[in-house]
């Protein structure tokens, strides 16, 4: 390299969405299907043909394709100030994170569930129990994937060993129902977002400049791996 000429930009791995949770999907319904020609033999092409997956196993492909409708939606931004990182490993654990979304308003931790119904918080507590507030999609309740972002901030947080950069857990909602009036923005100290929305947000003005961006995310990257197959 010639002196004074500049040093290679280190490539960001940036993951593929939906991955894993793709790879859960496609053992689990190898495993069933290995199951049924064990045991039915020549029946088991008609056996297989008139039966589905269960819905344990399909949530794990609708969980992908709801990964991968976000990540689409996001790259439509085309912004080098908002860098996606998608399928995250987390160390010592077998768990994910979905997407870490590092712009100039700081670092999103998001969790895509492709979920259809309205969105909507509805006070569950009775007349001696008191208030108890829920998160809603539907008749689904999802208060827990709310409880269930605060590992997934921890872990970032951890892998930016404490700079101080605002790390803010999402909860995005695809191809769910908004009210016609308003409808939750937040729960629990969980952002609720959809796809188009969470655009937005993180197309914000912010104090990280470019350069601070893409430094955050390449320690991220590293710290919390893409997950491969």
Known sequence: MAAGAALPVQEIDR?????????????????????????????????????????????????STGESKLAQSLAKLERDDVIVLHDRCVPRSRANIDHIVVCPSGVFVVDAKLYTGEIHVKDVGGLFSGRDLRLFVGSRDCTGLAAGMA???????????????????????????????????????????????????????????????????????????????
């Open 151 to 229: 590992w997934q901030v921890a872990a970032t947080k951890a892998a930016l060993c404490e700079a101080e950069i605002l790390v803010s857990p999402v909860l995005c909602f695809i191809d769910a129902e908004w009210p016609l009036l308003g409808g939750p923005r937040e729960f629990m100290g969980v952002l609720i977002e959809s796809e188009r929305s969470l655009k937005r947000r993180v197309a914000r003005p912010g104090d990280l400049e470019l350069e601070e961006v893409r430094e955050t995310a390449m320690v991220l990257a590293q710290a919390l791996p893409a997950h491969h197959a």
């Open 15 to 63: 993951g593929i969405a939906g991955r894993s949770a793709l790879g859960e999907y496609e053992r689990r319904h190898a495993k069933r299907e290995q199951r049924i020609r064990q045991r039915w033999g020549r029946l088991s092409g008609l056996v297989l043909a008139l039966s589905e997956d269960p819905q344990s196993t399909r949530a794990w492909e609708r969980g």
